[in-house]
Nanobody, 124 residues
């Protein structure tokens, strides 16, 4: 059974860093593109970044703010995708989700599988 599990969230002070992990099981991980999304309270879910099966990373947002602080990567040997988040701000507080799409491409196909999400709270 295909499963995605996020970890690495929690409480961090403004200016701090966190690295989220997305652990995948139950499918051929190498073939899938993996994306990171977030949803803040009372806001719609927004895309952050995606990494293709060929390990090409791309942003799902036009926010210069996010592009300068968040970086996606993957380790196919460990079936893991990471989201490194630096210089965190209170407005980054949200539930963060990873998702997988079988096309393997970030700009093609739909995300068919989602993790349960992990809370990230940025507060002093």
């Amino acid at each position: 059974q295909l499963q995605l599990v996020e970890s690495g969230g929690g409480l961090v002070q403004p200016g701090g860093s966190l690295r989220l992990s997305c652990a995948a099981s139950g499918f051929t991980f190498d073939y899938y593109a993996i994306g990171w999304f977030r949803q803040a309270p009372a806001k719609e879910r927004e895309g952050i970044s995606c990494i293709s099966s060929s390990e090409a990373g791309t942003y799902l947002t036009d926010s210069v703010d996010v592009k300068g602080r968040f970086t996606i990567s993957r380790d196919n040997a460990k079936n893991l995708v990471y989201l490194q988040m630096n210089s965190l701000r209170p407005e980054d507080t949200a539930v963060y989700y990873c998702a997988a799409k079988g096309s393997g491409l970030c700009r093609k196909g739909e995300y068919g599988y989602w993790g349960q999400g992990k809370q990230v709270t940025v507060s002093s």
